[in-house]
C-alpha cells in the first residue's frame, strides 16, 4: 500500500520561499511508472495542479505556466520522497498543498494522495 | 488549457435517490477522465479512471460514461457516506485539469 506523508510549515511570510516534502512508503520516487506530483487547494476549493517529477532513464521536472519561475520539484533519492519549493510567494499562495502519485500515464490519473497541508502566507 | 465544466455546482439529494454529475471538456479528451470524490478536511480520493474503470473498492454503485468532451458520473442509491464534493479531471494533455467540483449534500 502507498502512503505519502507531507511535511513543512503552515505558514509563510510574504516574499519568502514555501517548501514542502512528500516522503514516499510503498513505492519508489525513482520508479520506472510511477509520476510524483504537487496540487493545490484554494480556499474556494479550486484544484490546480503544479508540477510533476518523474524518472525515465533521465529525470523530469514539468511545472504549469501558472507558477513557472518560481516552482522547483526535486526528488531525494536517498530518503525516497520529492519536495516542492515555491518563491516569492503573496497571499494568493495560500491553499491546501497536497503531494500525490500519478499513475497510468506521464499526465495521469492521481491514485494516492499525501494528507494534505494548509499553507498560509500572511506577516 | 484544457478547460473542465462541471455541473451542477451543488445539489441537494436523500438517502436512497440516483445522482447525475456531469463534466465537459473544453476540447476532446477521448476517455481520459477521471473522478475523484472529496470529504471535509481530506485529500480527494480517486474513484473512477479512464471514464468508466471502477477503482479497486469503490462501491458498484458509483459509475462513469462519456467520451469526447462529455462524461457523466452517476452515483446509485446515494448513502450517507456519498454527502462529499466531486471533482472530474483530464488526463489527456499537460496541465492536468480539474472541474469545478460538485457538492452533494442531504436534502
Known amino acids: 500500500q502507498v502512503q505519502l506523508q507531507q511535511s513543512g510549515p503552515g505558514l509563510v511570510e510574504p516574499s519568502q520561499t514555501l517548501s514542502l516534502t512528500c516522503a514516499i512508503s510503498?513505492?519508489?520516487?525513482?520508479?520506472?511508472?510511477?509520476?510524483w506530483n504537487w496540487i493545490r487547494q484554494s480556499p474556494t476549493g479550486g484544484l490546480e495542479w503544479l508540477g510533476r517529477?518523474?524518472?525515465?532513464?533521465?529525470?523530469?521536472?514539468i511545472y504549469a505556466d501558472s507558477v513557472k519561475g518560481r516552482v522547483t520539484i526535486n526528488p531525494d533519492t536517498s530518503k525516497n520522497q520529492f519536495s516542492l519549493q515555491l518563491d516569492s510567494v503573496t497571499p494568493d499562495d495560500t491553499a491546501v498543498y497536497f503531494c500525490?502519485?500519478?499513475?497510468?500515464?506521464?499526465?495521469?490519473?492521481?491514485?494516492?494522495w499525501g494528507q494534505g497541508i494548509l499553507v498560509t502566507v500572511s506577516s | 488549457d484544457i478547460q473542465m465544466t462541471q455541473s451542477p455546482s451543488s445539489l441537494s439529494a436523500s438517502v436512497g435517490d440516483r445522482v447525475t454529475i456531469t463534466c465537459r471538456a473544453s476540447?476532446?479528451?477521448?476517455?481520459?477522465l477521471n473522478w475523484y470524490q472529496q470529504k471535509p478536511g481530506k485529500a480527494p480520493t480517486l474513484l473512477i479512471s479512464?471514464?468508466?474503470s471502477l477503482q479497486s473498492g469503490v462501491p458498484s454503485t458509483f459509475s462513469g460514461s462519456g467520451s469526447g468532451t462529455d462524461f457523466t458520473l452517476t452515483i446509485n442509491n446515494l448513502q450517507p457516506e456519498d454527502f462529499a464534493t466531486y471533482f472530474c479531471?483530464?488526463?489527456?494533455?499537460?496541465?492536468?485539469?480539474f472541474g469545478g467540483g460538485t457538492k452533494v449534500d442531504i436534502k
Open positions: 500525490a502519485r500519478g499513475a497510468g500515464a506521464t499526465v495521469a490519473y492521481f491514485d494516492y
Open positions: 510503498g513505492d519508489s520516487v525513482s520508479g520506472n511508472s510511477a509520476v
Open positions: 517529477t518523474y524518472y525515465r532513464s533521465k529525470w523530469f521536472h
Open positions: 476540447q476532446t479528451i477521448k476517455n481520459h
Open positions: 479512464a471514464s468508466s
Open positions: 479531471q483530464q488526463s489527456y494533455s499537460t496541465p492536468p485539469t
